[in-house]
């Protein structure tokens, strides 16, 4: 018997955990009352994160039909009914391989240890739940608005004066909240990446060195076995990030001249001893099996004729390197840029299409807005818009040419998002502080 999703207990329950987490967040902001973007923004975080997550539920029992949310949900209430009976534990839950509960118990809606994680963190919310899907898609979003938050602030202390545009990329923008908010892979990576982002600049500042290195460990724990690519994205620009820091601590400019050279060499020569090991750890993104998925999700997508109107074709890709790096320009337009209006044959597909816009707008006013110099000064010595757009390229490089559906685009794309709009957003702050020596005391963002 198929388990309900959306009951008339949830009326009940709804409504009153979400006065509860309120009433904990607003606990939050009191204690933090010299904190001034916990004042302004955490409230109006939750109420987004949370419509986004009551929003998507919705979706996925009035809409769609199905999703990776429900089927976690219904493996979390499978799981609970075993430990209940009595025929696993829970140290079998929480230390063994997903393989053992696949070949004992023919489970199969986690699919791989990414999806069993999730299913971890979903089942011991479910007890604070009440076995409510909603209810521990509430849990899920709150618990993930921490690290989304701690992303949100380091963001801020590069440009001060714009928290405002800051947290309208990172807190309020509306396919993040749908697709980030509730049981899936994407609501634990984006807080984790939060964290991870977070604690990396901490020790690159000499702040709470300590507590950042055991954040680290425990947010790449849950990045690496969820989605390894994301840092894999990320590990690149952020070696550039920490070498253009160091140059420019460098006083000597011969030195300077000498230092960066050597350093690229240093980082190219690790990354080739170590290459078979990190393409490993991407696992269905690594070099060998990129070709062999695109294949194979063009055929699985061709099948599903539902959502034949939200596939989309980047061709053949040549198995080597070389012949993924020719297409990722095409992945990373699809990425970051598609479906183009004329391509929505869905209304859900209007809201990821007017946002892609938006972003494709955004960028190019910027470009014109500084000018070619500047712009590409900017990327080149600034380290953060270094990092931000370097990591924006690589990862929806990948993510393009590996997610042939817009519906899958939707929810991959959301750990770059406000990565992209803070690279262009710095270019656009920093050109401003140059043109206009001194800002004026209403211009606050």
Known sequence: MEPVLIGVIDFILVPLYFVLLLAIVIGIKKRNRQNKLIQQYLVKGF????????????????????????????????????????????????????????????????????????????????????????????????????????????????????????ACIVLFFPSINIYGSGILKDTLCYSALGWFFYSCINISRKQQVVASYAIILVSLYFIVVIKAYIIAGFAIPFIFFLIIGLVKKIEIKLFRLIAMPVLLLLVASIFYLGFDKINNALGEFAV???????????????????????????G????????????????????????????????????????????????????????????????????????????????????????????????????????YFMGFLLILYQWKLTAQKKWPENEEG
């Open 288 to 314: 060998e099996k990129i070709t062999d998925n695109v294949s194979t999700l063009q055929n699985n997508y061709a099948e599903l004729t539902e959502n034949a109107d939200s596939n989309f074709d980047i």
């Open 47 to 166: 109420l987004c994160k949370m419509f986004g997550c009551l929003l998507y539920g919705l979706l996925i029992l009035f809409y769609w039909g199905f999703g990776d949310t429900a089927t976690y949900f219904k493996e979390i209430l499978v799981i609970k009914q075993l430990l209940n009976s009595g025929s696993i534990s829970v140290v079998d839950v929480f230390f063994k391989d997903y393989s053992f509960f696949r070949e004992q118990f023919e489970l199969r809606g986690a699919v791989n240890e990414s999806g069993f994680l999730v299913v971890k963190i979903g089942l011991i919310l479910s007890y604070l739940g009440f076995n409510s899907f909603l209810v521990c898609s509430m849990l899920m979003g709150t618990l993930a608005l921490a690290g989304i938050f701690k992303l949100f602030e380091t963001f801020v202390s590069f440009a001060p004066r714009w928290h405002f545009f800051i």
């Open 316 to 419: 053949e890709i040549e198995p080597s390197v070389l012949g993924i790096i020719k297409k990722m320009p095409v992945g990373m337009v699809a990425t970051l840029y598609r479906p183009f209006l004329w391509e929505v044959r869905k209304p859900i597909m209007l809201l990821s299409a007017l946002e892609s816009l938006f972003m494709l707008l955004f960028a190019l006013y910027v470009f014109k807005k500084t000018g070619p110099g500047y712009f590409f000064g900017r990327i080149i010595s600034d380290p953060i818009v270094f990092l931000c757009l370097g990591y924006s390229i690589i990862f929806s490089g990948l993510v393009g040419i590996s997610a042939l559906n817009f519906g899958t685009l939707a929810r991959y794309r959301i750990p770059v998002i406000p990565f």
